[in-house]
Antibody, heavy 120, light 110 residues
Framework: EVQLVESGGGLVQPGGSLRLSCAVS????????MHWVRQAPGKGLVWVSHIRSDGSDRSDISYVDSVKGRFTISRDNAKNTVYLQMNSLRVDDTAVYFC??????????WGQGTLVTVSS | QSALTQPASVSGSPGQSITISCTGTSSDVGGYNYVSWYQQHPGRAPKLMIREVSNRPSGVSNRFSGSKSDNTASLTISGLQAEDEADYYC??????????FGGGTKLTVL
């Protein structure tokens, strides 16, 4: 059974930084495409970022416009972990952040989410 | 990167069928057969219900079905049950090598 466990969320001031991690088990992680998805309190799901299995080429990575230049997705296939480095955080980045595994352009396995709160 | 358009809410009685629409453009829903649907209960992670427009993952009830016509995808739930009450989201790959969700639809089982 595939398991995804996010960590790294917390309370941060506007302009601050956080790095989220998502540890994956039960899957051949090095072959997996991965996504980050967020959900603001009481709102809908928003796709944030994607990284293909290698992640070494710029074409392997994409972002939603609202986080471009502030967030960076990366992965360590030796540690079966995907990361989301979030800089210049804004109040409207407050959300539960989920990682998800991609299978044929759909997300078939999800973590439980980690809450990021941006507030002064 | 505009969200796909879904109705905010739908409702039905137990045993009935409902359909949730998801409208995009030729750059997303209409351009690819990479539309999927997710069920989310409060406080829980989303669950994949339909992938690639109409394929059900193993373990998902055959009461759930999907289809697509031009730029609009649809999720149909037949034989409504109380446990189906949840939020539902469509999701599509786009021509910009990004993905986009619909705004979500709250299903109420009366």
């Amino acid at each position: 059974e595939v398991q995804l466990v996010e960590s790294g969320g917390g309370l941060v001031q506007p302009g601050g930084s956080l790095r989220l991690s998502c540890a994956v088990s039960g899957s051949t992680f090095s072959n997996d495409w991965m996504h980050w998805v967020r959900q603001a309190p009481g709102k809908g799901l928003v796709w944030v970022s994607h990284i293909r299995s290698d992640g070494s080429d710029r074409s392997d990575i994409s972002y939603v416009d609202s986080v471009k230049g502030r967030f960076t997705i990366s992965r360590d296939n030796a540690k079966n972990t995907v990361y989301l480095q979030m800089n210049s955080l804004r109040v409207d980045d407050t959300a539960v952040y989920f990682c998800a595994r991609d299978r044929h352009y759909a997300s078939d396995s999800w973590g439980q989410g980690t809450l990021v709160t941006v507030s002064s | 990167q505009s969200a796909l358009t879904q109705p905010a809410s739908v409702s039905g009685s137990p045993g009935q069928s409902i359909t949730i629409s998801c409208t995009g453009t030729s750059s997303d829903v209409g351009g690819y057969n990479y539309v999927s649907w997710y069920q989310q209960h409060p406080g829980r992670a989303p669950k994949l219900m339909i992938r690639e427009v109409s394929n059900r993952p193993s373990g998902v009830s055959n009461r759930f079905s999907g289809s697509k016509s031009d730029n609009t995808a649809s999720l149909t739930i037949s034989g409504l049950q109380a446990e189906d009450e949840a939020d539902y989201y469509c999701y599509s790959y786009t021509s910009s090598n990004t993905w986009v969700f619909g705004g979500g639809t709250k299903l109420t089982v009366l």
